[in-house]
């Protein structure tokens, strides 16, 4: 049974960056694949990347290409959302989710992703404003 909790977020300067973190107080989470969402008041939540549970493989979202990066530390039990360059748009709850995937390489991404994730967190408020 995976807890998963996110940290890291806060109030940032346009241009800023912040590291949020994703752990589980539960299983280990090597198996799993994770997800990051974000969703911003009135707006649909939606994926802005994925790592692969041997974390090879990353896909993110084009809004974030180039800006945010996803990794994770297995032996920490913990998978990191990199954001820099962040700007106003990027202001919205994040949260982390996890799914088993038959491939150690497989990331999902994709307008139903939501539906695909077993696990989510509760989810970390980042405002980026000046």
């Known amino acids: 049974q995976l807890n998963l909790v996110e940290s890291g977020g806060g109030l940032v300067q346009p241009g800023g960056s912040l590291r949020l973190s994703c752990g589980s107080s539960?299983?280990?989470?090597?198996?799993?694949?994770i997800g990051w969402f974000r969703q911003a008041p009135g707006k649909e939540r939606e994926e802005v990347g994925c790592i692969s549970s041997s974390g090879d493989a990353s896909n993110y979202d084009d809004s974030v290409k180039g800006r945010f990066s996803i990794s994770r530390d297995n032996a920490k039990n913990t998978v990191f959302l990199q954001m820099n360059s962040l700007e106003p748009e990027d202001t919205a709850v994040y949260y982390c989710a996890a799914v088993v995937l038959p491939g150690k390489t497989m990331c999902v991404m994709g307008s139903r992703s939501t539906l695909i994730y077993t696990d989510w967190g509760q989810g970390t408020q980042v405002t980026v404003s000046s």
């Open positions: 539960g299983s280990p989470l090597d198996d799993y694949s």
